[in-house]
């Protein structure tokens, strides 16, 4: 006994399974009533190919609770990334948009990326007065960007020889 070989109606393509056969039918180019499968506009896309917060300003509201948070010092209470975010959305909000060193806001007419800063270096010393906003270009030469900083005021994080 052989294998039973199954036929489309509507292309005559040879399928092996008749369940196969089926749903090859109900999808076939040449069906007219076929199944057709409708994607979504999304589809195909990246995850995180869709910027939700492009272009978002903040509101007078965001702006008024930031500025209770850091007036109360309840900032101090959040984790050193929400602090440095909070602090920065202030220091911005409150001198411009602007490094706080070379005094640069903008390079080819596009707003330069602005980072929160520890003016001594030491990234457990949370306090408004040793912040400072400055542009990546000032950040790398300063003696406390990333690397340079070791040993000076980290001592839970590096062993000093």
Not at 136 to 141: E, F, P, Q
């Amino acid at each position: 006994m052989g294998v039973k070989i199954y036929t489309c109606q509507f292309c005559t393509k040879l399928i092996k399974n008749k369940g196969s056969c089926k749903a090859h039918e109900m999808c076939c180019v040449k069906n007219s009533n076929r199944v057709k499968h409708k994607r979504s506009d999304k589809a195909g896309q990246k995850k995180g190919s869709i910027p939700w917060n492009k272009n978002k300003v903040f509101t007078e509201q965001t702006k008024q609770k930031i500025l209770k948070k850091i007036e109360s010092g309840e900032y101090k209470n959040f984790s050193s990334y929400t602090i440095r975010k909070l602090v920065r959305l202030y220091l911005i909000d409150k001198n411009g948009h602007s490094c706080m060193i070379c005094g640069l806001s903008k390079w080819r007419d596009i707003d330069i990326p602005l980072v929160a800063d520890h003016i001594d270096g030491n990234s457990e010393n949370n306090e408004l007065n040793n912040f400072r906003i400055i542009c990546n270009n000032c950040d790398a030469i300063l003696p406390t960007f990333k690397g340079k900083n070791r040993g000076n005021g980290r001592n839970n994080r590096y062993k000093i020889n």
